[in-house]
């Protein structure tokens, strides 16, 4: 009945872990949204699954009052849990690498992932199992072997971009790429307090729209100067809208205040359309006069 | 290495060397405590 009673809380266990590492490894929507090609989590999850006998044995030995395989066991699982988790980030980064036109060089975090599961294999077999130093060296090896066949390398390269006068301006395009990302998900963040459906969908759309609009400004990211104010002033503004009409709007449902907001949205919306039909035609200098027209339209309304 | 070939043979190595390891852990540690122990200490011992 003991017996039983423990296979239970045992498989229970791991039922929980695989269920909390798959959302872990899933991630947010904003994530999934913002990088369309994820790497498939079945891929994380192999390792995960393949550490779970270290950890019940760890148990086990512990329950037994076996001290050196428990704590080989024990550190062994660590190590590779750890492996696993950064093995999991660097596919997600490598992902995000290939999805952006420009780029940092990631770390190397399926090098690091894999050096650590290597280490921890190498552990596991000569505390936890008892194996002879150099066999546990070998698995060690051949678990480093793997992981790198298996996943790969990280990506070796940044994708940078110059400006018209020949400077390397691939900080400042991510910088300000990073800013407006935060901003739009500030945004999505905000539209989850507004009840109402029509808004809702409004501010989905906007959201939307302000995305395709940074695809194309990466594209074609020479003209720094114009794409941060467009960046610094719509994005910041429309984010400080969204936050301020959905705080008050919890607080107090006000007939007024939706009129408003709605017909500041529409407003927001008009313009985000025309400005990514202006970057479609490469007419930047459209774009900025938009952008002062937007600011004095948005001050005018006490929004800015 | 075209990729298939890569995935296929890297897999399996993690399987042998990752799967092999903690499943002997496992049964290491199921194993009669004695022998677990002795088994551990034997290997963990400075060599002479």
């Known amino acids: ?58 148990v086990i030995a512990m329950a037994r009052g076996l001290l050196v395989p428990m704590i080989g066991n024990a550190v062994g699982y660590a190590l590779l849990v750890c492996g696993a988790w950064l093995l999991w980030r660097g596919l997600v980064a490598e992902a995000a690498y290939s999805h952006r036109l420009v780029a940092k060089t990631p770390w190397p975090l399926k090098a690091i992932g894999g050096g650590l599961i290597g280490l921890g294999t190498g552990l596991t077999a000569w505390l936890g199992v008892g194996h002879h130093p150099g066999i546990a060296f070998a698995f060690g090896l051949v678990a480093l072997l793997g992981c ?147 600011t004095s339209q948005l001050k005018r309304e006490g929004l800015l | 290495m075209p990729e298939f070939p890569r995935k296929v043979l890297g897999l399996l190595l993690i399987l042998a060397a990752v799967g092999v390891a903690s499943w002997q852990a496992l049964a290491v540690s199921c194993s009669s405590p004695a022998s677990a122990a002795a088994e551990t200490a034997r290997h963990t011992a400075a060599p002479r």
């Open chain 1, 1 to 58: 009945m003991i017996r039983v009673l423990a296979l239970v809380a045992i498989l229970t266990a791991i039922a929980v872990l695989i269920f909390v590492v798959r959302s872990k490894l899933l991630g947010s929507r904003e994530e999934r949204r913002s990088i369309p090609r994820q790497p498939t989590p079945a891929t994380g999850l192999l390792m995960f699954l393949l550490t779970v006998p270290v950890l019940v044995a760890a």
């Open chain 1, 148 to 294: 790198r066949l298996f996943y790969g390398g990280d990506p070796g390269e940044a994708k940078r971009v110059t400006a018209a006068s020949g400077l390397d301006t691939t900080d400042q395009v991510l910088a300000a790429l990073a800013q407006a990302e935060r901003s739009i998900a500030a945004v999505e963040q905000s539209s989850r307090d507004v009840r109402q459906p029509e808004l809702n969908q409004r501010l989905r759309r906007v959201a939307a729209l302000a995305r395709e609009i940074l695809t194309l400004l990466e594209e074609d990211p020479r003209d720094l100067r114009r794409a941060r104010k467009f960046l610094n002033v719509y994005l910041d503004g429309v984010q400080r809208v969204v936050e301020g009409y959905a705080r008050t709007h919890q607080r107090a449902a006000s007939p007024e205040l939706d009129a408003n907001f709605r017909r500041v949205l529409t407003s927001i919306e008009e313009v985000f359309q025309e400005q990514r039909q202006k970057l479609l035609e490469s007419d930047i200098m459209d774009l900025d006069v938009q952008i002062e027209v937007l």
